[in-house]
């Protein structure tokens, strides 16, 4: 199989790249290590049909290539400041653990090889959280070393070797206080409650910015900072389901905190019975919805494209895979996706989240409104009562890459019927700009593949679009 002898040789290069890191090499090791045991499994892999493996082992490829890059950005002090700066450094080792995770599940569903206890979830963060306190000792002692040498150089007729040693002990300073900052911020945030919040603390605009079929979002101003406020609209018929539906955006937003999620900062409940208000106050995202961005006139470059993409399948793979019971959207699409100042864009209307289980409970996750028939997968759009599930929502996915690639709303002014028959009957897919990347028109027309299986999961979508970024970087 063409992809075999590449993941091999990745792993070989990752083997050489670890003799050389300069900082966090027990995470290194520990990620060094479960390469290794699923070489063990790859290579197992050369007498099986191609087509059972074969997307299995394309994903597994493109997360080692971003190991690799990992992997080397340990082994200049240079290239660690610069990462550290730009970025938690423990978030991209639990990314790349999670989808060699991934990749270990579903080697296990085609081998059924009984080694998930290295890739169990509640040992590696036990081992994750050991590696970094001996990542945090092992810094110490470099550290500590380091100020031996400068000592012992004090006196030296080299200028140069002690500057150098003066240079390296910044470098290092420098990056154990980015550290831990880092550290605390990711412990705070697994800390974090939702704060209830009094109707004095809040100034709110009288008019509302949007308006949906259940609620109103205003501009509002808490502890002297903009943020939105959500108002859920209520009927004095169903205000017990109003509460429920309130109560799981808020619990949702709490619990998946991402710079691709919008972020909740409390809620606030008043009055009583009918005249109850539930209100949820949440980071304010300056240009709204990505769907009015993408339909403005400004022109976007690709760079700012591909990050908008990526941001958007780190929202979605984040909701997939981060969490014990993985949850879907169940309403991916444009509107769902607000734009900051920065052109970042955030996941938000988590209030119809649900795991895979509770929608087999309810046998599926409906979606009417005539707006919403473009997302709709070609499954969907023929059986009416289609069990909604992971690759489902990564057609949708695709559709909102493709607006984002085009800056166009999908199939604009075709009624629904004709998106049936265009969609599941003529296998049609709307095309990309003629100067789409290449690669980015590939994994587009992955994610609207017709078979779901075709589909890629959200954390190759995430991987592919890494690499699409750098490529851009060196274009």
Known sequence: MEYIPKIISLAADIDTHLRKVKMNNSQCQRLHSRIEMLMVVVKMMQDLEEQDVSKVLKELKITLQNAEDLVKSFTSWRSIKKLVRASNALEKFQYINDRLNDSAQQLMLV?????????????????????????????????????????????????????????????????????VSNKKAASSSQQYRIREINMTELQKDSNPFLITDTSKYYKGVFLKQSVAIKRFISESANINNVQKVFMREAETMNQFRSDNIVRIYGICMTGEGHRSEFLIVMEYCKYGALKNVLGSEKQLPWSKRVQMSLDTARAVYWLHQSQEKARLHCRVNSTSFLVDEDYRVKLAGLELTKTETSIKRNKSAKRDSASEIPYLSPQQLNEVNYQYDEKCEVYSLGIVLWEISSCKTPFEGVNPKDIRTRVYEEKFHEPLPDDCPRDLVELIDECRAFEPFERPSAGAVVDRLLQIQEQCKSA
């Open 111 to 179: 081998l059924t090889v009984s080694f998930s206890r290295t890739f169990k979830e509640e040992n590696r963060k036990l081992e994750d959280k050991r590696d970094q306190e001996e990542d945090e000792k092992s810094l110490n002692q470099v550290k500590a070393a380091n100020q031996d040498l400068h000592d012992e150089c004090d006196n030296s007729a080299n200028p140069l070797i002690q500057k150098r040693l003066e240079e390296v002990a910044a470098d290092i300073r420098e990056i154990k206080t980015i550290m």
